[in-house]
């Protein structure tokens, strides 16, 4: 079955970086788009960041851009999230979600369970 | 960008008809996606493209749209149905695709 894992959250200093992954199991990434979304405690979903199933078309939200970059390493089957000048307003738990199209237009039919990152000020 | 208003907090009694809407701007034109969330658990997708239902989800979850709102629709409501709710749609608009609504409160009486 389908499965995702995310890693690398934690605690760290306002304007450091830090870069999560995402393991993915029981497909085939390549196919897929996937996406970055967080969720600031006791607030609502954001959407961050997709990429196609091959990784030729980001985009992002602007909150992050220029600061986060989504990759993949379709080889490995892993999605990586590199967070640059973090600061407390990206204090959240960050999800991935496979899209269900392969250029992330459709819905999120698979979430992996989350990481936190907490950034201090 | 595009917004997604969705009602904080919606109560009902068991055994009754929970309705969440969403509302946007021509939603008409877009795919609506809805989100259960449990807390302290990641989202589970319950309804996609306005009315289908993922294979696992009861068919008492269901969905509808007209004019310029979605609507999720859970009937015969139970304590277990008791979480935030969260309607998506992807919008074409290269710059912010994704949008999600402010996501609902449903508690159940």
């Known amino acids: 079955q389908v499965q995702l894992v995310e890693s690398g959250g934690g605690v760290v200093e306002s304007g450091m970086s830090l870069r999560l992954s995402c393991a993915a199991s029981?497909?085939?990434?390549?196919?897929?788009?996937m996406h970055w979304v967080r969720q600031a405690p006791g607030k609502g979903l954001e959407w961050v960041a997709v990429?196609?199933?091959?990784?030729?078309?980001?985009y992002y939200a602007g909150s992050v851009k220029g600061r986060f970059t989504i990759s993949r390493d379709n080889s490995k089957n892993v999605l990586y999230l590199q967070m640059n000048s973090l600061t407390a307003d990206d204090t959240s738990t960050y999800f991935c979600?496979?899209?269900?199209?392969?250029?992330?237009?459709?819905?999120?039919?698979?979430w992996g369970q989350g990481t936190l990152v907490t950034v201090s000020s | 960008s595009y917004v997604l208003t969705q009602p904080p907090s919606v109560s009902v009694a068991p055994g009754k008809t929970a309705r969440i809407t969403c509302g946007g701007f021509n939603i008409g034109g877009y795919n609506v996606h809805w989100y259960q969330q449990k807390p302290g658990q990641a989202p589970v997708l319950v309804v996609y493209d306005d009315t289908d239902r993922p294979s696992g989800i009861p068919e008492r979850f269901s969905g509808s749209k007209s004019g310029n709102a979605a609507t999720l629709i859970i009937s015969r409501v139970d304590a277990g149905d008791e979480a935030d709710y969260h309607c998506?749609?992807?919008?074409?608009?290269?710059?912010?695709?994704?949008?999600f609504g402010g996501g609902t409160r449903l508690t159940v009486l």
């Open positions: 990429s196609w199933y091959d990784g030729s078309k980001t």
């Open positions: 998506q749609v992807w919008t074409r608009n290269g710059d912010h695709p994704v949008v």
């Open positions: 979600a496979k899209d269900s199209h392969g250029d992330g237009s459709g819905r999120m039919d698979s």
């Open positions: 029981g497909f085939k990434l390549r196919h897929y788009g």
